[in-house]
C-alpha cells in the first residue's frame, strides 16, 4: 500500500519561504509521476506543479500553474523517495492547504486533481501580511 506522509508547512511571513516534503512508501517511487496541488477554503484542489519525469533522467520537465511561476521549484530525490516544493517569496494569496499527490502509469492529466491515486494528508501553509 502506498502512502503520503507531507511534512515542512506552517507559519511565515510574507516573503518568506518554506520548503515542503512528501515521503512515499514503496519501492516503485522512481517510477510515480509527482504533483502538487493547493486547496482555498470553499474551493477545489487547484493544480500547483509537476514534475513528470524522474530526477534521474536529464530530459526531466516541470510544469507550473502561472501563479507560482519564478517562485516555486517542484525536485524529488528517488534516493530518498521524497518529492519536494520549495516555496519562495511567498504571499498572503498561497495560504492553503498543500496536497502531495502521486500517479502511477499510464498517467492520467498532471493539471486534474482526479488524475493521480495516490494523496498526501495535506499540510497548512499560512503567509502572514
Known amino acids: 500500500q502506498v502512502q503520503l506522509i507531507e511534512s515542512g508547512g506552517g507559519l511565515v511571513q510574507a516573503g518568506g519561504s518554506l520548503r515542503l516534503s512528501c515521503a512515499v512508501s514503496g519501492r516503485t517511487f522512481s517510477t510515480y509521476q509527482m504533483g502538487w496541488f493547493r486547496q482555498f477554503p470553499g474551493k477545489e484542489r487547484e493544480f500547483v506543479a509537476v514534475l513528470v519525469v524522474p530526477v534521474q533522467w536529464s530530459g526531466g520537465n516541470t510544469y507550473y500553474a502561472d501563479s507560482v511561476k519564478g517562485r516555486f521549484t517542484i525536485s524529488r530525490d528517488n534516493a530518498k523517495n521524497t518529492v519536494y516544493l520549495q516555496m519562495n517569496s511567498l504571499k498572503p494569496e498561497d495560504t492553503a492547504v498543500y496536497y502531495c499527490?502521486?500517479?502511477?502509469?499510464?498517467?492520467?492529466?498532471?493539471?486534474?486533481?482526479?488524475?493521480?491515486?495516490?494523496w498526501g494528508q495535506g499540510t497548512q501553509v499560512t503567509v502572514s501580511s
Open positions: 499527490a502521486a500517479d502511477k502509469p499510464p498517467f492520467s492529466d498532471y493539471k486534474r486533481n482526479d488524475g493521480y491515486d495516490y
